[in-house]
C-alpha cells in the first residue's frame, strides 16, 4: 500500500517527519521498562535459585536474556506462520526477522493470505481478530527489539567502566609496587651500611628502619 497521488506523497512526508520520532522514542521507552523488568528477574533468579549476594555483570546478564527473549519471539512467528501460511521454517524466520528489524522488504506479508481469502468470501470477523493479534505480536516484538538495543548499549558502557575501572586498579597496584620495592632498597641499604662500618648512627637505628619501612608501605 503506497501513496500514489501528490498530496499523498506529501501528506506521507510530513506524517513521517512527525511520527517517526514519536514512535521511536515510545518504543526506546517501552524497551527500558522491558529491560527494567528483565534485570528484576535476573536478580530475583540469582538471588532466590544460586543464592548470591551481590548479583554481577546484571546488565550483560540482561542483554543475554532479551537476546534469547527475541530469538523466542522470531521462533514463535515463524510457527505460527508455517502452520497458518504454509511457509517453510526459514522463510517465517526470515519474515519475521525482516518485519521486527523494521527493515520491510514486503516480500513476505504475514497472513496475507487470510486477506485473500477475506476477499474471496470468507470471514470478515476472523480476518479482524487476526489483525489485532498481528499488531499486538508486532508492537511486542518491536518493544523487545528496542530492549535488546538498550541492554546492548547498557552492557557496553558497563563493560567500559568495569575496563577503566580495572586499569586504574592495575596502574594504582603497579605504583604501590614500586614505592614498596624502593622502600625495601633503601632499608637495605643502611642496614648493609651498618654492618660494613660496624657503627650506629641516629639516622640509621632500628627505630628509624621501621618507621621509612611503614611510611613507605
Not at 470477523?125 to 546492548?152: D, K, N, P
Request: hydrophobic share 50%.
Amino acid at each position: 500500500m503506497t501513496p500514489d497521488t501528490w498530496v499523498g506523497q506529501l501528506l506521507t512526508v510530513f506524517y513521517g517527519l512527525a511520527g517517526l520520532p514519536i514512535s521511536m522514542l515510545a518504543l526506546k521507552t517501552l524497551g527500558e521498562v522491558i529491560v527494567s523488568g528483565v534485570q528484576s528477574f535476573v536478580r530475583l533468579i540469582e538471588k532466590r535459585l544460586f543464592k548470591a549476594r551481590d548479583v554481577r555483570k546484571i546488565r550483560q546478564k540482561t542483554f543475554l536474556t532479551t537476546c534469547v527473549l527475541m530469538i523466542l519471539f522470531l521462533l514463535l512467528g515463524s510457527v505460527i506462520n508455517l502452520v497458518a501460511e504454509g511457509w517453510s521454517f526459514v522463510e517465517g524466520l526470515y519474515a519475521w526477522f525482516v518485519v521486527l528489524s523494521t527493515i520491510g522488504f514486503g516480500d513476505y506479508i504475514p497472513f496475507q493470505s487470510l486477506d485473500q481469502k477475506s476477499k474471496r468470501g470468507g470471514d470478515q470477523e476472523l480476518l479482524w481478530v487476526f489483525i489485532v493479534l498481528l499488531a499486538f505480536y508486532i508492537l511486542v516484538g518491536l518493544c523487545v527489539v528496542s530492549a535488546v538495543l538498550t541492554s546492548l548499549v547498557q552492557a557496553a558502557e558497563e563493560y567500559k567502566s568495569r575496563t577503566k575501572a580495572g586499569d586504574r586498579l592495575a596502574q594504582f597496584l603497579k605504583r604501590q609496587t614500586a614505592r614498596v620495592a624502593r622502600s625495601y632498597a633503601y632499608v637495605v641499604s643502611h642496614e648493609m651500611a651498618i654492618e660494613e662500618n660496624g657503627k650506629r648512627s641516629a639516622f640509621t637505628s632500628p627505630l628509624r628502619v621501621r618507621r621509612v619501612r611503614s611510611y613507605s608501605v
